[in-house]
């Protein structure tokens, strides 16, 4: 029988899922992970913050210092899978990282340039201690995501809920929904390590902060006063969809980890991120559905399809399919035969990225493992 994506007829495999699934894989696997370790990791363990669009490294520009943070994830991960030895590169970076500090930027020369611990940073900063204790069960990167954790809450609480956007914030200072989003998600991945119930703290306080702020009414809210009220104007009306697929798919791991019925604010989310949309999602709109940004980011597909997986998991009619396609749709589109990707498209589906950034590996690499652990289902 054939399933229908907004219009488009699509006649599925026996199993479809499956089959796209290790197509990813193996261009992860077998591309992708050694192209970028060979290219864009420096001796130094540090990584450039991108790739030119020939392939090159681009030596000159600043980096953001969470790519090397998602970078372990990257490879730790990918050797956890099997589909890489990647723990050489994934403790190489995380030393680097380690050595410099949980920095905000830092120059090519290797000069510390903006030393803000920044809250969206750190995030990924416990990701990947936590992404290295669960591939080599060494305690020293469990004290380090622990540490990490106990500072966020000593030094950077806030009074309204949450925590400061940076070190160097005010408690009058706006704040945005997107670092508490990816706290949430290190708390969640540290968790699923351990199984320590103190680690589910983190999760639960940005859970609340979803109900009582983020959510609205089947979009997620980005900008906010200190005290949690809507930013004003357009700026208080933006819908990331990309964020609102995102939260789909860790709604559902807040709900293996916790029990807490969430389906409800999964399936509002859902349908209406991918209602009346292409395959692929924009990047920018508003709240009632107007395109602010027409333009698409690869790291949104990922999220789309992690949404569709997880879907997919609580047994959503057509989604397992739609994940499939998606991830067929990704290869003429977005991911090359060598194992690079073409970053941003525009309204007609050419590439209008400048650069190929490092970071978006950390999307793909989440994307493709929920697809193996889906298609096995």
């Known amino acids: 029988m054939a399933n229908s994506i907004n219009g488009t007829t699509m006649t599925p ?24 370790a060979e290219r864009a990791q420096l001796p130094t363990g540090c990584w450039v913050e991108h790739l030119n669009l020939d392939g090159t490294p681009d030596l000159s520009a600043e980096r953001r210092w969470r790519v090397l943070a998602r970078q372990v994830y990257v490879y730790a991960k990918a050797t956890q899978l099997g589909w890489t030895d990647g723990r050489a590169v994934a ?39 936590s992404s ?26 806030h009074p309204s809920g949450g925590w400061k956007e940076t070190d160097q ?52 809210s980005e900008f906010f006063e200190a005290d949690w009220t809507l930013a004003s104007g ?10 609102a697929v995102e939260w789909v798919w860790l709604l559902g791991q807040y709900s293996k980890a916790t029990g807490t019925d969430v389906s409800h604010y999964q399936s509002e989310l859902y349908s209406c991120a991918i209602r009346g949309r292409d395959i692929f999602l924009n990047d920018e709109e508003d709240k009632s559905g107007e395109v602010r940004r027409e333009t698409k980011r690869l790291w949104v597909q990922t999220e789309v399809i992690k949404a569709h997986l997880a879907m997919a998991e609580r047994g959503v009619a057509g989604s397992r399919d739609m994940a499939a396609a998606t991830i067929d749709a990704l290869f003429p589109t977005y ?43």
């Open 13 to 36: 495999r026996k199993d479809n899922l499956k089959h796209s699934s290790d197509r990813l894989t193996k261009w992860v696997s077998e591309k992708a992970l050694p192209l970028w």
């Open 91 to 129: 403790e190489r970076t995380y030393a680097k990282m380690r050595e410099t500090g949980y920095v905000h930027r830092v120059g090519m020369d290797g000069v510390t340039n903006n030393e803000t611990r920044d809250l969206y940073d750190h995030a990924f900063y416990i990701l990947a201690a």
């Open 132 to 157: 290295l204790y669960a591939l080599t069960r060494d305690t020293k990167y469990l004290a380090d995501a622990e540490a990490l954790l106990s500072w966020l809450y000593r030094d950077m609480a």
């Open 169 to 220: 914030s005010t408690l009058s200072d706006p704040r945005r929904q997107n670092p508490h989003m990816h706290l949430l998600e290190a708390s969640l991945f540290l968790h699923n390590i351990t199984g320590e119930a103190k680690h589910l703290r983190y999760a639960r306080d940005v859970f609340k902060l979803f109900e009582n702020h983020f959510y609205d009414a089947g979009t997620v």
């Open 234 to 243: 357009n700026h208080g009306q933006t819908n990331e969809p990309g964020h």
């Open 335 to 377: 991911l090359t035969p060598e194992g690079l990707w073409n970053d941003q498209i525009n309204a007609c589906n050419a590439n209008i990225a400048k650069t190929i950034p490092v970071s978006t590996f950390y999307h793909i690499l989440c994307m493709a493992s929920e697809a193996e652990r889906i298609a096995q289902l």
